[in-house]
């Protein structure tokens, strides 16, 4: 299979990273607007083309991976060369199948919606397939896909709940760990300390979750004695809001991404 990479930022990077571990990837043709950039990236797979069009003359599958305030001016770009037989791949948050098949006059479209946790092959990746997608080019692109982690195959019209729950998501749960973390800090634990169990309280409840597939309710009530410490601390939580105040931050950020969707709509640049 022959890949092209338009745009090496932390997306296109990760892209290429993985695509260079898959054995049926034997061309990658990588472009950047700063090409100086990604020269050293230069060896007998990967190809540092002068401009997308070579990208996408050279390649069969195209992963666009530019901000979405950029998609108007490489659209303009790469529209120049002929993509009817070409696969794009969409990292682009906002820029729906329609606004990339008009633009593009491209019917095998494969848009995904990636997150930070890719970079360790953890991640979640929502993707949708355009309409008329070759299906017999899906179950390669599946499996590279799935290097970057789990893929969950859904209408695009549930992205922006994804950007909010699984793009954003990390950045919160980050949060919510450096807090344990303080708290152990200001109960007299060293940082060090703090950080090493406050990973594996973490990984525990998930696993708890995972394994025991029960509600979270019931686990929680697992852990909670009559009168005893958890309880409080329950009771603390419900007082001050956790619950509202979590729901609330992912669904501001839902109404966020779904703004982001509507100004791209037609193919218009974003204010940035
Ligand atoms: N990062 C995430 O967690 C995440 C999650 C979900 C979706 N996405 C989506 O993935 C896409 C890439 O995000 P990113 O975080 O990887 O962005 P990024 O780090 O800013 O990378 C984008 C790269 O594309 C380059 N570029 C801009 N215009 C170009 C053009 N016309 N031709 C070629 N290269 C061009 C940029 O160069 P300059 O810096 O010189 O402009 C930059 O190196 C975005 O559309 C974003 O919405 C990202």
């Given at each position: 299979m022959k890949i092209g990479i338009i745009g090496i930022g932390t997306i296109g990077g990760i892209f290429l990273e993985k695509c260079l571990a898959t054995s049926f990837i034997e061309k990658i043709n990588i472009y950047d607007k700063e090409n100086d950039k990604i020269q050293h990236y230069k060896n007998n797979r990967i190809k540092v083309?002068?401009?997308?069009?070579?990208?996408v003359e050279e390649s069969e599958n195209i992963i666009l991976a530019v901000r979405p305030q950029d998609s108007m001016e490489l659209f303009s770009e790469i529209s120049k060369s002929d993509l009817s037989g070409k696969?794009?791949?969409s990292t682009m948050s906002g820029v729906s199948i329609q606004v990339l098949r008009n633009s593009l006059g491209c019917s095998n479209i494969l848009r995904i919606m990636p997150n930070v946790a890719c970079s360790v092959g953890n991640g979640v990746i929502a993707a949708d397939f355009s309409e008329s997608f070759d299906e017999?080019?899906?179950p390669e692109l599946i499996q590279l896909i799935s290097k970057l982690g789990k893929i969950f195959i859904m209408d695009e019209r549930y992205f922006p709940a994804l950007t909010s729950i699984s793009g954003s998501g990390p950045a919160f749960i980050f949060v919510i760990i450096e807090s344990f973390i303080d708290a152990g800090i200001k109960m007299g634990l060293s940082y060090d300390l703090a950080?090493?169990?406050?990973?594996?309280?973490f990984d525990g409840s998930v696993e708890m979750m995972r394994q025991s597939k029960k509600h979270p309710a019931e686990l929680k009530n697992k852990a909670t004695s009559p009168a005893g410490t958890t309880i409080e601390g329950i009771y603390t939580l419900e007082n001050e809001g956790l619950r509202g105040t979590i729901m609330k931050t992912l669904i501001e950020c839902y109404n966020k991404a779904k703004q982001f969707d509507s100004s791209l709509k037609g193919g218009i640049k974003l204010e940035e």
């Open positions: 083309c002068k401009f997308p069009c070579e990208v696969v794009i791949i017999n080019s899906k950080y090493s169990i406050v990973m594996e309280v």
